[in-house]
């Protein structure tokens, strides 16, 4: 079992910024494929971003290209979003999940991924 903790949500103004955080209880995250999603009210569960078991793959929604990094720090099991000039639009429920896989590929699809973390939201309003 992975239990995952997810921090660092809030209140932020447009062009504000960000970082959350994706913990593992316990255990490494080494060679699991992390996913961060958001659910939007009334809208469904959208793929943010990715990272691959090795590191060596990141994916992100076209949205957030240019503005949302993904990294992992191993050292604390802990993999983190950090999201900068963030818009009204991003306003959400983030939630982490975790894949075991030691390749170099990881999705944007949450059916993909067996654990999640219970979600920090992120309001972002003037």
């Known amino acids: 079992q992975v239990q995952l903790v997810n921090s660092g949500g809030g209140l932020v103004q447009p062009g504000g910024s960000l970082r959350l955080s994706c913990a593992a209880s316990?255990?490494?995250?080494?060679?699991?494929?992390i996913g961060w999603f958001r659910q939007a009210p009334g809208k469904e569960r959208e793929g943010v971003s990715c990272?691959?078991?090795?590191?060596?793959?990141?994916h992100y929604l076209d949205s957030a290209k240019g503005r949302f990094t993904i990294s992992r720090d191993n050292a604390k099991h802990t993999v983190y979003l950090q999201m900068n000039n963030l818009q009204p639009e991003d306003t959400a429920v983030y939630y982490c999940?975790?894949?075991?896989?030691?390749?170099?590929?990881?999705?944007?699809?949450?059916?993909?991924?067996?654990?999640w973390g219970q979600g920090t939201r992120v309001t972002v309003a003037s």
């Open positions: 999940a975790a894949a075991l896989s030691e390749s170099d590929y990881c999705s944007n699809y949450g059916g993909e991924y067996e654990y």
């Open positions: 990272i691959s078991g090795t590191d060596s793959t990141t």
């Open positions: 316990g255990r490494t995250l080494d060679y699991y494929a």
